[in-house]
């Protein structure tokens, strides 16, 4: 069964650098999504993306967070200055087109993220 | 705002015995309805939906919802629990394209 593929597993940063964490979606997916989770805490919805542009994005998504999909496979999340608040793990999804948002949205494993 | 309940952090039982996990959410409109299973250093793996028509829909694994409007309530249940239903599991609206999740539901299943 297709998955969604996160890299790397695991990536840890010193406060104020860039990082980026890719995702690889589903190949015909159409819809992309960052989630992130903060250890112990919810699930938190970031950011969606379609036909190469945001779709909506929460709060949390502030300008040092960006989104791109640089290539036909590739979706990436770059946090310019990082945070120690930004250690958490990133989850990345993505949704078939058909019948709208009524499929689910399928999830990767997740990067978990620790900022020093 | 909108948000989802599992008011339960973590529920027990014991294998063969049937097993409940509670949602209510309060999202805007119809939102569709989505449960998820998170097994140790795993992402979040789809189990089942609710979009229209019946009420109780049927899943992976055995699992299935029942669909409750005038609640606004979304029970995940299994008739005969297994040990390896242990997990924690998130119930999730999708509120125009994007998922509300609660702080989940640890299930534990004892042989």
């Known amino acids: 069964e297709p998955e969604v593929t996160q890299t790397p597993s695991h990536q840890v940063t010193q406060m104020g650098q860039e990082v980026i964490l890719r995702c690889v979606p589903i190949?015909?997916?159409?819809?992309f999504y960052w989630y992130r989770q903060i250890l112990g805490q919810k699930v938190e919805f970031l950011v969606s993306?379609?036909?190469?542009?945001?779709?909506?994005k929460s709060e949390i998504f502030d300008d040092q967070f960006s989104v791109e999909r640089p290539d036909g496979s590739n979706f990436t999340l770059k946090i310019r200055s990082t945070k120690l608040e930004d250690s958490a793990m990133y989850f990345c999804?993505?949704?078939?087109?058909?019948?709208?948002?009524?499929?689910?949205?399928?999830f990767g494993d997740g990067t978990r993220l620790s900022i020093l | 705002a909108q948000s989802v309940a599992q008011p339960e952090d973590q529920v027990n039982v014991a294998e063969g015995n049937p097993l409940t996990v509670k949602c209510t959410y309060s999202v805007s409109g119809n939102p569709y309805l989505f449960w998820y299973v998170q097994y140790p250093n795993r992402g979040l793996q789809f189990l089942l939906k609710?979009?229209?028509?019946?009420?109780l829909v049927k899943g992976s694994y055995g699992f299935e919802a029942e669909f409750n409007k005038s609640q606004t309530s979304f029970h995940l249940k299994k008739p005969s629990a297994l040990v390896s239903d242990s997990a924690l599991y998130f119930c999730?609206?999708?509120?125009?394209?994007?998922?509300?999740f609660g702080t989940g539901t640890r299930l534990q299943v004892f042989p």
């Open positions: 609710y979009i229209t028509g019946d009420n």
């Open positions: 993306f379609y036909n190469n542009e945001i779709s909506e």
């Open positions: 190949s015909n997916h159409l819809y």
């Open positions: 999730a609206p999708d509120a125009t394209d994007k998922l509300i």
């Open positions: 999804a993505s949704r078939s087109g058909e019948g709208r948002f009524t499929q689910p949205q399928h």
